[in-house]
């Protein structure tokens, strides 16, 4: 289990964080000695979390709590953990607005915090980022259009962030496991079952996987280590690939999806 230097007394907060992978970050920096903010939209969840593990809570949305996250954190912000995020299912013909939602939680949420911690960040030549992406924005998940799209979305975002501030002190690292044993995979249905749950991790995973990164300071963080094999056989052999996420699309379908 890694230990990180600098993550004690450091400001951190934790988007999502009222269960599931949030929750494990928010109790892992915790337990690291960090000053922790755990936010979610569900005010109940936020405050049992936060009092578990002795840090404040700052219910709401993700996209909004900015400011508030920061002075209660004595107006600094070290590491901000873009986690919470929105499992849309659906294929082409989703309605507009179930792409919308996915397009603003699991994209714009990070956009929009970037913008208001970034002038910090790079005035004192210090910051953290963290985005909780999913290993289908390297890859795909079947039955899941529009979380498919925007975790692609979340992914290219903080690439982005990570070349262009990296020089500037910026630290950026993108989560991208498989299934997790959290509410989201459940609500996943066949299609989790499918293709998540047999190799399922626990959200405490993702948190030793995202600490051992950040002590190797690596971008991408993998807590299914298989994950690269696919995303290279994506990159180098497209039409293998796309084969093989077809043939599990057509198990799905005759699984009655």
């Known amino acids: 289990m890694s230990t ?25 920096f915790a337990a690291e000695g960090a000053r922790v903010v755990v936010n979610d939209l569900d005010p109940g969840r936020t405050k049992a979390v936060a009092d578990e ?17 920061r002075a209660a954190l004595g107006g ?21 607005e179930v792409w919308a939602a996915a397009w603003d939680v699991n994209v714009m949420a990070h956009v929009r915090a970037a913008r208001a911690l970034l002038p910090d960040w790079l005035e004192r030549g210090t910051g953290r980022l963290v985005s909780t992406v999913s290993a289908a924005g390297l890859l795909t998940m079947i039955g899941a259009a529009p979380y498919s799209v925007s975790k692609h979305g979340a992914y290219a975002f903080a690439e982005w962030l990570s070349l262009t501030y990296r020089h500037r002190g910026l630290k950026v690292h993108a989560i991208c496991p498989q299934g997790v044993r959290t509410d989201m995979l459940t609500a996943s249905g066949t299609a989790g079952e499918l293709v998540l749950a047999p190799t399922a991790i626990e959200p405490e995973d993702v948190a030793d996987a995202l600490f051992d990164a950040m002590a190797a300071d690596r971008f991408l963080v993998l807590p299914h280590p298989e994950v690269a094999d696919y995303y290279r056989t994506r990159a ?6 796309l084969g093989t996420m077809n043939h599990i699309q057509r198990k799905w379908e005759g699984a009655g999806a």
């Open 236 to 241: 180098t052999e497209p039409e293998r690939w």
């Open 4 to 28: 990180v230097q600098g993550v004690e007394g450091a400001a951190v907060v934790v988007t999502g964080a009222g269960g599931g992978i949030g929750a494990a970050l928010a109790r892992r």
């Open 53 to 69: 593990i002795g840090a404040l809570a700052v219910p709401g949305d993700a996209s909004g709590i900015v400011e508030e996250a």
């Open 76 to 96: 600094t912000v070290d590491v901000w953990c873009a986690n919470a995020g929105l499992a849309s299912p659906g294929d082409a013909f989703a309605d507009e």
